[in-house]
């Protein structure tokens, strides 16, 4: 009981010596409470070192999760869809889209967008991909919808498409 009692009467004083929510003193606005400092230096879509980036990361996924030796040999049609189709304050970001030709022979449509600061510990830009029919893991069904922009600047449905089968 005395246990209980000894606990209320902390609680009791924890709030009673709470001091009110304030405003970030001058010090605090100056040295870190800054906003986001963008420069919109994104890569274009058919850069070789996106394009390489994207090839290794497939790969390296394929080996380690899929036990495959499946590999992007080849690009064609590759197309921005998208340039910052949001806020003009949210991360810049390209989307776009092509055609790979894989190591066995056959064709996939892939999306892929390119983001400044997305990349690792947000240090550059990343890339996110998605080969349609071969997102094993369904992480942008369906049929890679999800990895391009939903909603275009004026709020209506964006123009995002995969080029045809």
Same mark, same amino acid.
């Given at each position: 009981?005395?246990?209980?009692?000894?606990?209320?009467?902390?609680?009791?004083?924890?709030?009673?010596?709470? +001091?009110?929510?304030?405003?970030?003193?001058?010090? =605090?606005?100056?040295?870190?409470?800054?906003?986001?400092? %963008?420069?919109?230096?994104?890569?274009?879509?058919?850069?070789?070192?996106?394009?390489?980036?994207?090839?290794?990361?497939?790969?390296?996924?394929?080996?380690? %999760?899929?036990?495959?030796?499946? +590999?992007?040999?080849?690009?064609? %049609?590759?197309?921005?869809?998208?340039?910052?189709?949001?806020?003009?304050?949210?991360?810049p970001?390209?989307? !776009?889209?092509?055609?790979?030709?894989?190591?066995d022979?056959?064709?996939?449509r892939? /999306?892929?967008?390119? /983001? =400044?600061?997305?990349?690792?510990? /947000?240090?550059?830009?990343?890339?996110?991909?998605?080969?349609?029919?071969?997102?094993?893991?369904?992480?942008?069904?369906?049929? !890679?919808?999800?990895? /391009?922009?939903?909603?275009?600047?004026?709020?209506?449905?964006?123009? %995002?498409?995969?080029?045809?089968?």
């Open positions: 009981m005395r246990a209980r009692l000894a606990i209320l009467a902390l609680a009791l004083l924890g709030f009673a010596s709470a +001091k009110p929510a304030a405003a970030a003193s001058w010090l =605090e606005k100056n040295f870190g409470l800054w906003g986001p400092q %963008y420069d919109a230096e994104v890569p274009l879509c058919e850069d070789d070192r996106v394009l390489s980036r994207i090839q290794s990361h497939f790969a390296q996924k394929e080996q380690d %999760y899929w036990n495959s030796q499946l +590999k992007i040999v080849g690009w064609e %049609y590759i197309r921005e869809t998208a340039w910052m189709p949001w806020h003009y304050a949210s991360i970001r390209r989307f !776009c889209s092509g055609k790979v030709h894989m190591s022979g056959t064709v996939h892939i /999306g892929y967008v390119v /983001g =400044e600061d997305t990349g690792i510990i /947000g240090a550059t830009w990343g890339v996110e991909f998605c080969v349609v029919g071969l997102d094993r893991n369904w992480a942008f069904m369906p049929a !890679c919808k999800e990895a /391009g922009p939903s909603i275009a600047p004026q709020g209506g449905t964006a123009t %995002y498409s995969l080029p045809p089968e």
